[in-house]
């Protein structure tokens, strides 16, 4: 009986649309806020950059969309001739995995595949698997720190080893699995 009347209630508030009482805060109760969630058009520039031809777009939480996980597939991204990281600073990040690239090499040029990035412990994980036509294979993450700006709309990683996994291969033949050294931004426009 309780739990009838209380959903009558809920209900009959509900149907005062935006007659609702307000909470002592002056807000809206909390079941009558919105969802909180913005369709963000996302652009990766720099050593990563968007294929204008497949923009990316993807429900991120409004206002700070990289304060939530961001994912989509497929993602179609470009890599350009150089990955716009100082090969130094990566090389010296005490991970001791050996030296890094700022060059994309054989891996230049078009990807698609599935993409995803979510703060973790003070930095964020990003991920990316990709195929092209010509067999190649990418595994690519990121675990690092970046700097929002624009407020919170942009998200950049400056000189940042972007692990490439054993298996990756540019063209479907001999692997290449040296990690890169990235500088690239990622933007969420509303």
């Not at 923009?55 to 150089?82: E, H, I, M, Q, R």
Request: hydrophobic share 35%; proline share 8%; glycine share 14%.
């Amino acid at each position: 009986m309780r739990s009838t009347l209380a959903l009558v209630a809920l209900l009959g508030l509900a149907a005062c649309g935006d007659h609702a009482p307000l909470s002592p805060g002056g807000e809206a109760p909390l079941f009558a806020r919105g969802g909180g969630q913005t369709l963000y058009g996302i652009t990766f520039q720099q050593g990563i950059e968007s294929d204008p031809a497949h923009p990316f777009s993807a429900l991120a939480k409004t206002g700070d969309p990289f304060a939530s996980p961001v994912t989509g597939d497929p993602v179609y991204l470009l890599f350009p001739g150089s990955a716009g990281g100082v090969t130094a600073v990566c090389d010296a990040d005490g991970s001791g995995l050996g030296p890094t690239t700022a060059d994309w090499g054989l891996y230049g040029g078009i990807w698609h595949g599935s993409f995803s990035v979510s703060a973790k412990a003070g930095k964020y994980h990003l991920s990316y698997i990709a195929t092209r036509e010509n067999g190649g294979y990418l595994n690519l993450v990121v675990n690092a720190p970046a700097v929002k700006s624009n407020g919170n709309l942009t998200l950049t990683f400056t000189d940042v080893r972007g692990l490439v996994a054993a298996n990756s291969t540019p063209d479907g033949g001999p692997t290449d699995p040296q990690d890169r050294c990235l500088t690239f931004s990622i933007t969420a426009t509303p």
